[in-house]
């Protein structure tokens, strides 16, 4: 059993009467709810006003795939839970960071750059799988496309990743690297950028299977973790 921690702000869905239409419960009950179809997948949810962001370290011991959503509170974010949780990915639990957590303090920490990029309101985008023998590209179409999405543009400040699985066009003509993999310490990480809070995005079966495909890939090799250590020789 993979157990899942789905973390979001949860701002949006309370303050803006048209992305609660899109998320009555918020972005992480939506993700929670299909990921929860999945026999071998325990799901918790967390979101920011918790105590501790409710990321505390017994949460974080008891998890072994983190996904993160964030956007309108990442300097809000608390420092000691960042490095909590950074900790946490070089032990080896998982992380899925989509769309606008690639700006997060933990993705920040995680990658070692500005991850800055350009960015737009309101476009088509075309997600092309560049990647489909990647285990995350697993049952997913060559293309899906999305009516509505903000634009994420090159240049993208992350370092090299291990694998590029999803590569969007969007309809100004910008391309992205959409779907990422890396490695930190022990962790797997897979950074996702279609999501945008004012777009159903995560209703769309093709992006439930990604995200699907993502834990599973991010997902330790044994529930127990293990720790980094450094021995004298």
């Known amino acids: 059993m993979i157990r899942v921690t789905v973390w979001n702000e ?33 799901i918790r949810t967390a979101t920011f006003d918790e105590p501790e962001h409710g990321l505390t370290q017994t949460v974080l ?7 993160f959503w964030s956007h309108a509170l990442q300097d809000e974010f608390s420092d000691e839970v960042a490095e909590r949780v ?5 032990s080896g ?15 920040k920490r995680l990658m070692g750059t500005s991850m800055t990029l350009k960015w737009k309101h309101s476009q088509t985008e075309k997600l092309w799988c560049i990647g489909p023998t990647h285990p995350i590209a697993q049952g997913v179409p060559s293309m899906i496309e999305l009516p509505e999405e903000e634009m994420y543009g090159e240049y993208f400040d992350i370092p090299k990743p291990d694998d590029v699985v999803f590569a969007g066009w969007f309809s100004g003509g910008q391309v992205f690297r959409s779907g990422c993999t890396f490695t930190r310490g022990l962790g797997k990480i897979f950074y996702f950028q279609p999501g945008h809070e004012e777009y159903p995005i995560y209703h769309n079966p093709d992006i439930q299977r990604i995200i699907t495909n993502a834990v599973r890939f991010c997902a330790p090799a044994v529930s127990a973790r293990q720790t980094l250590e450094c021995e004298a020789l």
């Open 10 to 42: 949860f701002k949006h869905e309370r303050e803006y009467e048209g992305i609660r239409a899109i998320y009555p419960d918020g972005i992480h009950m939506c993700i929670a709810k299909f990921l929860g179809t999945q026999p071998d997948l325990e």
């Open 61 to 67: 011991d008891n998890t072994d795939v983190l996904v």
């Open 86 to 90: 950074q900790q946490a990915v070089l």
């Open 93 to 107: 639990m998982g992380l899925v960071a989509l769309h606008s957590a690639h700006f997060s303090k933990i993705m």
